[in-house]
């Protein structure tokens, strides 16, 4: 795993360890990588989860499917981040959602239990682990409320706007692209996707924004607006 090491330096989970400390770490954290096809079920609903994910290449998406076959897109995972973490420090028997590739994606697995359990020389650079991971955790808890406050908003253009806002504000400009497609979008603010392209062509013809594909521009009012407002966590 050498070649991954220059990339592993700017991973959360490893920030702040040495290049040089990284082989032996991952050794002793069973460390193992694995390659996913496009479309491919990374984890499944209702198993049992006992390692992190941490994404090296590709982008995959979690997803929770209701009694209907409606799939709500719950967060995309890009190279660099994390996921399953809080399921695997809980244990959890049954996975509550579904991982699945979305590209060709490789994964690294890493074991919890070694995450957290410190080594026999109870090195600094394990305990930096262990903080890393407990920022990890705080983040996800905070991007969580921060989808509940899109999706929580009356209607579907309460939805866009939270969501649209919010990236606005983030980025601290009034034209952005989203890291989302038109399906994805609906998916995660769990509304009709036809419902949804029908108010953002309303928000056009109203001034409010103008739109092509995932590129965005809010007018200048309405940009104003989103930064006097507070930012969702």
Not at 71 to 78: L, R, S, W
Not at 112 to 127: M, P, Q, V
Request: positive net charge; aromatic residues 8%.
């Amino acid at each position: 795993m050498n070649d991954l090491l220059p990339f592993l330096t700017q991973v959360s989970l490893f920030k702040g360890i040495q290049m040089a400390e990284l082989p032996e770490m991952l050794t002793n954290l069973n460390a193992r990588k694995v390659s996913y096809k496009k479309q491919e079920v990374i984890l499944r609903e209702g198993q049992s989860v006992y390692s992190v994910g941490v994404m090296l290449s590709g982008k995959v998406k979690v997803v929770k499917v209701d009694f209907r076959g409606n799939a709500n897109i719950m967060a995309f995972i890009e190279p660099g981040e994390m996921f399953a973490e809080a399921y695997a420090c809980t244990q959890t028997a049954n996975l509550p959602f579904t991982v699945l590739s979305v590209t060709e994606s490789e994964i690294l697995w890493i074991n919890y239990r070694k995450i957290i359990s410190t080594c026999t020389s109870a090195c600094r650079s394990h305990e930096k682990l262990i903080e890393n991971m407990m920022r990890a955790l705080a983040s996800k808890s905070i991007l969580l409320n921060q989808k509940i406050e899109h999706i929580s908003k009356r209607t579907t253009q309460e939805k866009l706007l939270a969501y649209l806002f919010d990236q606005s504000k983030k980025l601290g400009v009034n034209e952005f692209d989203i890291p989302l497609s038109r399906q994805e979008l609906a998916d995660y603010l769990c509304v009709d996707r036809s419902a949804m392209s029908n108010e953002l062509c309303k928000l056009q013809r109203e001034g409010v924004l103008n739109f092509h594909l995932n590129h965005f521009k809010l007018s200048k009012s309405s940009s104003e607006e989103a930064h006097n407002l507070p930012i969702s966590p």
